[in-house]
Structure formats: C-alpha cells, structure tokens
C-alpha cells in the first residue's frame, strides 16, 4: 500500500495541486510560487523513493478494470520511474528558476497553473498502462504547451503557439487512429495484455506522425523553433524536461517493452532521425537567434535517443535511455543560461554580443559545462551516451548510419562552441549587464555541474539504464 500511495501522490499530486495555484496567488505570490515548488519536488520525491521497490521488488501497480476492454491503471516499472524523476528533477530547477525570471511579467497565476499541471501530465503519462489515458495525459500536455508558448500574448507569440498546438494535436490524432488500430486487433487498449504483439505497419505509421511531431523530428520539427518566443524556464521545459521527452518516451514504452518492432522499422526510424539531425544541425549553423540555434540542437539531439531506442540492441536501448537524462540536464541548464543572457542583454541576436563572460562567468561556465554534455565532450555524461547508441549502430551492421551520426556529432561542437565563443568571449558589447538572480544562477550552476557529475560518475547512472533495459523482457 505504501508504493501504492507514492505512485498517486507522485500523479495527482502536481495534477490537482496545478488548479489550487491560483488561489495561493491571490494570498501571495510568495506562496503560490513555493507550493508551486513543492507539488514538482512531491513527483520528484516519491518517483525517487519508488525508484528502489521498481528495481529490487517489480513494478508497483494501481489498476481499475472498466467494461468494453477499457481499464483506468498506473504502472510503476522501473522504465517509468526512471523518466519520471528525470523529468520532475528537472523540472523542479525550472521551476525554482521562474522565481527570479517570471517576477516582472504578468499572467504569473496562469504560468505557475500550466507550468505543475504540464509535469503531472507527464507523470500520468509515463505511468498509464492505458493507451486511451495515455492519449488523454498526451493532449493536456499539448494544451500546457499552447497556453505556455503563447505566454507574452502577442500576435506573433500567439500565431507560433497556435501552430505547435495544430502540428502536436494532429499528431496526436493520427496517433489516436493507430490505437484504435490495435484495439481493433486485440481487443483491448490495456497494454499489460499486448506484451510482445507485433502491430500492422498502417498502424505504426500513424503512432510514428504522433510520436515525431511530440518530438519534434524532421518533417514535424518546425514548431520547435518557433516555440523560443516563449519564456527561456518554458522552452527549458519544453526542450528538457517533459514536451518533447514525452514522444521518446512512448517509443520506448510501445516498442521497448509492449510491442516487437519488425526488422524494417529499425532501419527506417533511425535514418528518419539521421536526416533529422543533419538537417536540424546545418540550421544550427547559420543561425543566429541564441534559442533557435538551442531549439535546433534539441532536434538533433532527439535523433541520437531514438538510434538508440530503435536499433534492437541492448546497448542502443540503455545509450538511448542514458541520453535521456543527460540531455535533459545540460538542454535545461543551456536555455536557462540562454534566459539569463536575454534578460541582461535583452536581444536573442548572438551577433550583438560578445565578452559576457567577464560579467556573466557563473552563467559562462554553466553554459560550457552543458554545452560539453551536449557536444559529447568527456568526462561529461553525454560523451558515453552517444558512445553507447553509434556503437549500436555498429553493432547492428550499419557502419554508414554509425558515420552519419559521428558527422552529426561533430557538427553538434561546432555551433555549440560558435554560440559560445560569440556570446561570452572577445570584445566586451555591453558593460552595464550583470548575473541574474541567485535562484537563477543557482539553477544553472546546479544543472552544469550535474552534467559533469553525470559523466565522472557514470557507473551509477549507465547501471541503471542497462538493468532497465537488460529487464524489459525483450531480449
């Protein structure tokens, strides 16, 4: 009973607690922000703690059978656990990080609601054991998305929220199609009763249109950087934490651990995501607007978990699952160090800056540490995870997808290193900026120096994405 009760406080705790936030805002903001606060670090917490039973005891479940096939049931695996505390850890620095950025602005009560509903979303989502709930969790997350992206409300902001809204929801309802698909096949949407099926490829087709513009993948990437309008804590969480993770993560749920994917997907599925990552790689180099450049690199990021999560190897899974998180921290803390920049520089054009490292160096080495995560520069956490998913490649037989990935890496350190040495070297271009917050700067420097631990301490972390995988009953 007590796994049983952190698995639903660890759902309804940021799920419901969303809709009391604006009543604590009209108490006080101070309060409305801490419990805020509180119900993100609640998921986190008790993910955490149900992190030990998943592993050493199995899964802890909370299920209702309903007619018609139908069933209401959360499923605390070790897979699920394990994105659910990558997701709530980052998004409590995010939120801690909207202290001091979201201050000045307004619609304060609506971003705080959308912010800790947006993560117990995700958290209903990587629980569900339901594909209908999932679909249901999957569309809240949209609408968080839409009202977070459309933030600052004018026009233009509004008119890129819109579009993200139409490409995730027509996604979504394509996907929705696929679902039916296979209820239509078996019977039922419970997918405790799918283990190791093999769906038709019309309905793979569609649950790929759904996964893809959830996760920003070429040609559903578009939305993406149109989304850097929003406030730098949103596309951080976008990018990061939850929106675009939620696609990977239904991937690896479906065709990880319920359904087998035939031998023609796992070499479709990762030159989808090659040519991805080259494309969104070269966008990244000639542009010049510091989050689009940031939102390109999530695109090209993506490309190297779902290699991984899709090449049928033990070691691709565990690298995708690996990157998973390490992406998660250094894509975090990059566009929170890009939110602090904006807000002393105020302009997103890396061709009006330069020298901010002598007035920013906190927020500078932040930034550099995660870049290196990125980049997959050692001892930083990201160099093993892409390690781990080309070597998949290469065992899997694919030494052209192995190279197209090492030249999607290399490309990866030259626009990172170029944002970095036009944004914090040379020539002073404003002398009167300075540091943002501390809960700002504390939130980046906890996310840089994460990015490093992750990687000196790798033993811990690569252990356990190779027991999820090495348990998921696939191999």
């Known amino acids: 009973m007590e796994g049983q009760g952190l698995l639903l406080a660890c759902i309804f705790t940021p799920l419901a607690g969303a809709f009391l936030l604006p009543i604590f805002g009209r108490i006080h903001v101070g309060l409305r922000n801490i419990m805020s606060l509180l119900f993100v670090l609640t998921a986190f917490l008790c993910s955490a703690m149900l992190l030990s039973p998943a ?35 980052v998004a409590s620095i995010i939120v801690f990080y909207s202290f001091g950025y979201i201050e000045r602005y307004k619609n304060q009560n609506e971003y705080y609601l959308m912010v800790t509903l947006f993560l117990g979303a995700m958290m209903g989502l990587v629980f569900s054991t339901n594909l209908i709930c999932i679909y249901m969790f999957w569309e809240i997350s949209a609408i968080c998305c839409w009202r977070l992206i459309g933030f600052y409300r004018e026009e233009p902001v509004v008119r890129r929220a819109n579009k993200a809204f139409m490409v995730t929801v027509g996604g979504a309802l394509l996907m929705l199609v696929g679902f039916i698909g296979i209820y239509g096949e078996t019977g039922t949407f419970d997918l405790l009763q799918m283990q190791g099926q093999t769906v038709a490829n019309w309905v793979m087709v569609l649950i790929l249109f759904g996964i893809l513009s959830k996760s920003a993948t070429l040609p559903l990437h578009t939305w993406l950087p149109d989304a850097g309008v929003a406030p730098s804590p949103v596309t951080s969480l976008l990018h990061a934490a939850v929106l675009v993770k939620i696609g990977v993560y239904v991937f690896a749920r479906l065709f990880l651990v319920n359904f087998q994917l035939e031998a023609i997907w796992e070499t479709v599925v990762p030159w989808i995501a090659a040519v991805s990552a080259l494309v969104s790689a070269g966008a990244a180099l000639v542009e010049n607007d510091i989050k689009r450049i940031i939102a390109y690199s999530t695109i090209s990021q993506l490309a190297f978990i779902l290699l991984g999560l899709s090449t049928g190897t033990m ?74 998913v080309i070597d998949s490649a290469l065992v899997g037989g694919t030494p052209l997808l192995a190279g197209t990935y090492i030249f999607g890496a290399a490309l990866t350190v030259v626009y990172l290193l170029r944002v970095f040495v036009k944004v914090f070297l040379g020539d002073a271009t404003h002398t009167d900026v300075k540091e943002g917050t501390w809960e700002m700067v504390g939130s980046v420097a906890i996310l840089g120096v994460l990015s490093l631990l992750g990687g000196i301490f790798i033993n811990l972390p690569t252990q356990l994405t190779s027991f999820i995988v090495e348990n998921l009953g696939r191999w």
């Open 55 to 89: 592993l050493s005891q199995g899964p802890v479940s909370v299920y209702w059978q309903l007619p018609l096939g139908l069933s209401i049931g959360f499923l605390a695996d070790a897979l699920a656990v394990f994105m659910a505390a990558t997701s709530s850890l």
């Open 315 to 388: 070691i691709g899974a565990a690298g995708g699952l690996l990157y998973i998180l390490m992406h998660s921290l250094a894509k975090g803390g990059l566009f929170l160090c890009a939110g602090i920049v904006e807000h002393s520089v105020h302009t997103k054009d890396i061709r009006q800056m330069g020298g901010l490292a002598k007035r920013l160096p906190v927020t500078a080495v932040s930034f550099l540490f995660c870049a290196f995560s990125v980049m997959g520069i050692p001892p930083f956490g990201g160099f093993f995870a892409k390690f781990m």
